[in-house]
């Protein structure tokens, strides 16, 4: 197991480094880069949204397209000033060249700075992460408890009418799109029109470092609430359904069959045989399913909610061109990413110690 560990191990770097080459590349065709945002703040384009919103209505007045060997919103501009900006921000480099400094400070951990924020890329996302972490591990935890027993009561009872109902239930949940569920949950239940049970932003109260340690933990909870339901609604779809329909490949298989022939209880043929083998599957999906809820699925319901994560940090990043924080977080997420595949398969392996990855490969 230690040379298959090893070898997953040596992978991740030329899977990482072709991340990051392929996202390098087509960020050079992206028109409006680093230094033609400098130039429009400094003319007073306004913040990274107003700039965005504002794109279409004001393409003709703050274009940034290049026009001879100048930019069109840099004329009046002295040419030595965007001259001294290009090499601010690096960009009087070569492409070459500044993809093998960047992976050379990305190897020993050196992120950078922000162009347009005076902070670290490191400290930026220690600043984001709570929120990411909250709506990742909730919601992935509350899909996994819910989903798992959900998904078992059906293969025992499949074709029944709780069967049927329940399927019912949860595919109409996977078919309401997570925003839509969000405003839903704040119309409802956040002062919108009807009761204001819960917070309508934040983690925490304005109060919340006065609070007892159980007022705290009271506090957390009642701010995480709706948005973690929201991102959790159409997880359980899925995952009950793979559950379901894993044991319901493993019920049929001839070594229930012998272990009821044995005498065995339904519990014990079903929980002490069948789970081992059911879960593996599962468990594979995992790593899917968190990382899916942790970087991808959160950017929306962090602006509904007024959460201010890596979702939203990502967004505003890419809108304002700010590249240290785009490369340096693809590069974190995606090293997070591989990781967390190979922890996949040492779980494979913990559930069921006969799956050998050395003896498969060779």
């Not at 107003?50 to 001879?68: P, S």
């Not at 020993?108 to 700075?113: H, P, V």
């Not at 506090?219 to 009950?240: E, G, M, N, Q, R």
């Not at 399913?289 to 939203?312: M, N, Q």
């Amino acid at each position: 197991m230690g040379a298959y560990i090893l070898r997953r191990l040596l992978l991740i770097i030329p899977t990482l480094f072709g991340i990051m080459l392929i996202n390098f590349a087509l960020v050079q065709f992206v028109p409006g880069g680093p230094v033609e945002q400098a130039i429009a703040r400094i003319q007073g384009g306004g913040d990274v949204f107003q700039g965005f919103a504002g794109a279409g209505n004001d393409a003709g007045e703050t274009a940034l397209e290049t026009g001879g060997n100048q930019y069109i919103g840099a004329r009046g501009l002295p040419p030595e000033f965007i001259a001294e900006l290009e090499r601010e921000f690096g960009f009087d480099k070569p492409p070459v060249q500044r993809f093998i400094n960047m992976m050379w400070n990305y190897v020993r951990f050196d992120f950078g700075d922000s162009y347009f924020r005076s902070i670290s890329v490191i400290e930026l996302v220690k600043e984001k992460l709570p929120v990411s972490i909250t709506l990742g591990l909730w919601s992935t935890l509350i899909a996994y408890l819910v989903s798992i027993p959900l998904g078992i009561a059906k293969a025992v009872r499949d074709g029944s009418r709780f069967d049927t109902w329940t399927s019912g239930a949860i595919i109409a949940a996977y078919a309401i799109p997570g925003f839509l569920f969000a405003i839903l949950l704040l119309v409802l239940f956040a002062g919108g029109s009807y009761w204001q049970v819960f917070p309508l932003r934040g983690l925490t109260s304005d109060d919340f470092d006065q609070l007892s340690p159980l007022g705290k933990v009271a506090d957390y909870f009642w701010h995480i609430t709706l948005p973690v339901l929201a991102s959790t609604i159409s997880a359980f779809a899925t995952l009950t359904l793979l559950t379901k329909n894993s044991f319901l490949d493993e019920i049929k298989k001839h070594y229930v069959m012998t272990a009821r022939a044995k005498g065995l209880s339904e519990r014990r043929v079903l929980y002490g045989h069948v789970f081992r083998n059911a879960m593996l599957i599962v468990i594979a999906g995992f790593p899917a399913v968190f990382i899916g809820v942790f970087f991808g699925g959160s950017l929306i319901i962090e602006t509904i909610f007024s959460l201010d994560g890596l979702g939203r940090l990502g967004f505003e990043a890419a809108v304002a061109r700010d590249y240290p924080i785009v490369f340096g977080t693809l590069f974190i997420f995606g090293l997070i990413g591989l990781v967390v595949g190979i922890l996949s398969d040492l779980m494979y392996v913990l559930v069921d110690p006969r799956i050998d990855f050395e003896r498969r490969e060779g």
